[in-house]
């Protein structure tokens, strides 16, 4: 197990488009996975893709219980997704406040599709199939995008509404 550096934006390697993982239930794949959690949870994370520590894989994990990042955020459970594809259900939107452990210190307002469905595969290559709404459809399109080399710096709503969380957090900005 060990905690591995979070590439930071700017790094180009955030910017790749990442490739399917092909061989699945092997020691490196379960030693990937375990540092990717630890690494997630050192950083108060509520998501991490593999890109992201420099591997170039359609990897991602999330899961949010409490934690000091998002503290009324809803519970999403503790899932590894790989290879993952989604589909948008219906038009409803939901915008939030997001964060990235690779923008560390930072804020931008990002409205997204909420109601989606969305596919891919664990560790032992079984399907997970899930219908998701709100932050939780939140939480995976951010990391699905990881993987397509897209930082939620580019999908900001308006790119004033966007700083460091600590002044973000002084005007008030965060609670509208
Ligand atoms: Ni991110």
Redesign the pocket.
């Known amino acids: 197990m060990a905690v591995h550096p979070i590439l930071r934006i700017g790094d180009p390697r955030l910017r790749r488009v990442a490739e399917p993982v092909t061989e699945f239930a092997t020691d490196s794949l379960h030693t990937l996975i375990s540092d990717m959690f630890e690494t997630m949870h050192a950083a108060d994370g509520a998501?991490l893709?593999a890109p992201?520590i420099g591997i170039n894989l359609r990897l991602m994990i999330f899961g949010v219980e409490a934690t000091p990042r998002y503290p009324d955020a809803e519970a999403v459970p503790k899932t590894v997704l790989i290879n993952p594809g989604y589909e948008v259900l219906s038009d409803a939107t939901a915008g939030m406040w997001e964060g990235?452990?690779?923008v560390p210190g930072m804020r931008g307002y990002v409205t997204r599709s909420s109601h989606i469905r969305y596919w891919g595969f664990d560790v032992n290559g079984e399907r997970i199939e899930r219908e998701t709404n709100g932050y939780h459809s939140i939480v995976f399109l951010?990391?699905y995008d990881?993987l397509d080399g897209i930082?939620?710096t580019d999908r900001l709503d308006d790119s004033r509404r966007f700083g460091f969380t600590e002044e973000l957090a002084m005007s008030g900005a965060l609670e509208t």
Do not use: F, R
Request: proline content about 0%.
């Open positions: 998501g893709a992201q990235c452990l690779s951010h990391e990881h930082l939620y």
